[in-house]
């Protein structure tokens, strides 16, 4: 596993990070969950991404981690780890579990902690920006979990260019630089070129993308179709049929003839295009099995792409 300096911090960030947005909630197989978070450990990955409401049930993951950190983490190897947790969409009923308050992202905070059983998290998100709340209201408490010792570093996740620009600008002079955002981006979305990255670079703030594989679009999973134990086929899950359109699968089908000649698998391609970009600071990954989770981080096998390659992608994403 290489290691990459997040931003101008002095904090490095595995190249691949485990994100437990799916697999690591009540409803799923816990010696499953932890199986894949001590593979993960062992294979490099020191990064470990929850938010409050991951689950289901909502702060289940967050229960379930703590689980996995006594049960294996004990000791110096929590100074080995670096946990991350978040709060800005809806955990609680009421007016306090939502958006971007001081009350509700330092009362969340406090519940991440005795969730998970431990002192402090590494990393603690504001998870999407409030149009409702002024933004140095939500910086403040950023600044504030710092200052408390309730969390080491501060990140942003969901702002846009010009929303990143403030927040980045207000920790500034809070005293508390903002280390990293966290921004949906693959092969699939790409917002974060125009003009996000160009924001975090001149600010020396990190960038990790999550859902790199669109969730799961870009596997072989739908090269011919939507299969019957897809995401897409199920009505409660983020990606929708609609989504799995006829031009799209063409398209998934020509990136995989691509990848194919890499000697990679179209979701290891996925993967490794995303690191060509040197913004990009690590590569958030889900995985629902150990065998998974290997395979994505078998991407950093081939990492290098030639023009040619980089050419016939655009062509075929464009």
């Known amino acids: 596993m290489k290691y990459n300096r997040c931003g101008k911090s002095g904090l490095l960030l595995p190249e691949i990070s485990l994100g ?9 197989n816990f010696e499953n969950a932890e199986s894949i978070a001590v593979e993960a450990f062992d294979k490099g990955i020191t990064h470990f991404d929850l938010a409050n409401n991951y689950g289901p049930v909502p702060g289940s993951a ?5 689980k996995i950190l006594w049960h294996n983490f004990q000791g110096n190897l929590r100074d080995e780890i670096i946990i991350s947790t978040k ?8 007016p306090y579990g939502d958006w971007g308050s001081r009350k509700y992202l330092l009362s969340s905070l406090d519940q991440s902690l005795k969730r998970m059983k431990v002192d402090y998290v590494d990393i603690f998100y504001s998870h999407r ?3 409702e709340t002024p933004i140095e209201e939500t910086m403040q408490a950023l600044d504030y979990a710092v200052r408390s010792g309730k969390a080491l570093y501060v990140g942003i996740s969901n702002y846009s260019a010009e929303q990143t620009r403030v ?12 280390l990293i955002h966290q921004a949906k981006y693959s092969m ?6 125009n003009g996000l990255l160009d924001v ?5 703030v990190g960038c990790i993308a999550f859902s790199p594989l669109a969730q799961g679009l870009l596997t072989d999973k739908y090269l011919n179709g939507i299969p019957e134990n897809s995401r897409a086929h199920n009505p409660n899950g983020h990606l929708k049929e609609n989504e799995v359109t006829a031009e799209r699968i063409q398209k998934l089908v020509q990136l995989n003839e691509i990848a194919l000649n890499r000697n990679q698998s179209l979701a290891q391609m996925a993967l490794a295009w995303l690191q060509k970009d040197k913004r990009i600071t690590s590569v958030l990954i889900g995985a629902s099995s150990v065998r998974q989770l290997n395979n994505n981080i078998d991407c950093l096998q081939s990492l290098e792409f030639t ?5 016939a992608i655009e062509n075929i994403l464009s």
Not at 87 to 94: I, K, L, N, R
């Open 167 to 178: 927040a980045v600008d207000v920790l500034k002079q809070l005293g508390t630089p903002c």
């Open 129 to 131: 920006p409030d149009p």
């Open 62 to 66: 967050e229960t379930n981690f703590g």
């Open 188 to 193: 699939l979305e790409r917002w974060v070129e």
């Open 307 to 311: 023009q040619d390659e980089l050419n």
């Open 20 to 28: 437990l947005w799916h697999n690591f909630g009540s409803v799923d």
């Open 200 to 204: 975090l670079e001149e600010k020396g």
């Open 87 to 94: 709060a800005g969409y809806t955990m609680w009923d009421g």
